[in-house]
């Protein structure tokens, strides 16, 4: 399999999965898509689905990878990168999807982990490689666990100082090691600049092997498509209904993009729903036409900040560079604080059911919506108990790994939202 830029229209320049993975961004500046997108046998699926998530994780790994990496390999180590539960639950009327029964409580792990033991397979060419993430929350904690001890890698993090949770950054900054967490003095928005800054500098990247572990890259993006396949599968056992429609809580949209990437493969979906917070950019787009990227604003659901999402690029080539396929195909939502409570609220008092402010707004979405399907849950409530306890009186009991974490020192570097700043941390390393 070959790899093109989202930017490369005649798609001049082809790239191996190697290139594609340690370059990140492609030169040009756009994301890089594979050249084709291959087909699943959906009764192939299913049967697999009834296995594990990894058997069927391992088969859908094989259709894009199998060329680059051992098809046994792959399988054996699916079965260690997802060796975690996720279940399908029902939630008053509605369904939703629990991907947040991983090592770090967030769906990031499906992708982060998957990134982190593929480079690890794949190896390099003896020289540092430096992964580059900025993280609004859970991207993080995510690819900090992924990319933990892998051999020739250096991990760095950039945060915006203040704006994520206690246990987001204690996920981040208590691993020590390959892992160099830096709390940036601005929004995500400047942390993911920087990264974008940082690899648009041929200068520099010419003496630095660097990357991004973002869903820009696409060993971070491609598995994520993965669970919507196994999603479908329970929906359908638990429902028998057909074509569901998929909620999905979105920032970067590396999430929806994944969805759908899945639909293209064969998985019969009835579309998806873009479940926003107040950094509404695409669901204002889908409702005018107008793509009209701006600073972020904060919320309670605070790993969506996010005011230009890389992903949209991604969205758009799946529809052939047409905006109004795209709009045809989504349906946008809009959830303010005041919802987000308001929801998070609800849902305990009626249904016993802890969410946090992200899968809060999948709920309200779903709701909203009306139609038959699930929405994903993306983050464990325990990392927002101060969210949470407020709205609903309800103490979050800390999974044990998350208690012990929160008891650790955390050792994080201070930085200006200054590309020279960065570059020099990187030479640095």
């Known amino acids: 399999m070959k790899y093109y830029s989202t930017k490369d229209k005649a798609c001049a320049r082809a790239f191996s999965l190697r290139e594609a993975v340690q370059a990140g961004l492609a030169p040009d500046g ?19 689905a009834g296995e594990s998530y990894a058997a069927l994780a391992g088969y859908l790994a094989e259709l894009f990878f199998g060329d680059d990496i051992d ?15 996720l279940p399908l639950r029902r939630v008053g009327s509605r369904y939703t999807l629990e991907l947040f029964h991983g090592p770090t409580f967030a769906f990031k792990d499906y992708g982060a982990g998957f990134m982190g033991r593929m480079i690890g397979l794949m190896g390099g060419a003896g020289e540092k490689l430096v992964i580059l993430t900025a993280t609004s929350g859970d991207t993080g904690s995510a690819v900090a666990h992924g990319f933990y001890g892998v051999p020739g890698v250096e991990v760095v993090l950039l945060y915006p100082e203040g704006k994520i949770s206690r246990l987001q950054e204690c996920q981040m900054t208590t691993l020590g090691g390959n892992i160099h967490p830096l709390r940036v003095a601005g929004t995500f928005d400047d942390c993911q600049r920087l990264v974008k800054e940082l690899f648009a500098d041929a200068k520099f990247r010419a003496g630095h092997r660097v990357s991004s572990a973002n869903s820009i890259n696409l060993l971070r993006w491609i598995p994520q498509a993965f669970y919507y396949f ?40 009835g579309g998806f729903v873009a479940a926003s ?23 309670l659901a605070n790993a969506m900040d996010v005011g230009a999402p890389s992903n949209f690029e991604r969205m758009l080539w799946l529809c052939g560079g047409e905006p109004d396929a795209l709009r045809n195909e989504l349906e946008g939502f809009r959830c303010d604080d005041a919802m987000i409570r308001r ?25 909203a919506c009306g ?59």
Request: some cysteine; proline content about 10%.
């Open 371 to 429: 139609k038959p399907g699930f929405y994903l849950s993306t983050a464990h409530p325990a990392k927002f108990g101060e969210v949470i306890f407020p709205v609903t009186g309800a103490a979050v009991p800390l999974p044990p790994r998350l208690a012990r974490l929160a008891r650790l020192p955390r050792v994080s570097e201070p930085m200006a939202a200054d590309l020279g700043a960065l570059e020099q941390f990187v030479a640095g390393i």
């Open 277 to 299: 917070n107040s950094n509404d950019v695409v669901p204002e787009f889908l409702r005018s036409g107008e793509y009209r990227p701006r600073p972020s604003v904060r919320t």
């Open 230 to 269: 196994y999603g479908y599968c329970l929906w359908r056992q638990q429902t028998g209904g057909r074509r569901p429609v998929v909620v999905v809580p979105s920032g970067n949209y590396g999430n929806l993009s994944a969805g759908m990437l899945a639909r293209r493969m064969g998985l019969p979906l």
């Open 343 to 367: 929801t998070i609220d609800g849902l305990h008092r009626n249904y016993g059911y802890l969410s946090d402010p992200h899968s809060a707004i999948g709920y309200a979405a779903s709701v």
């Open 71 to 85: 098809p046994g390999l792959l399988r054996r180590e699916m079965e260690r990168i997802y060796d975690f539960p």
């Open 30 to 48: 756009g994301l890089f898509v594979p050249e084709r997108i291959p087909q699943a046998d959906m009764a192939v699926a299913e049967r697999l």
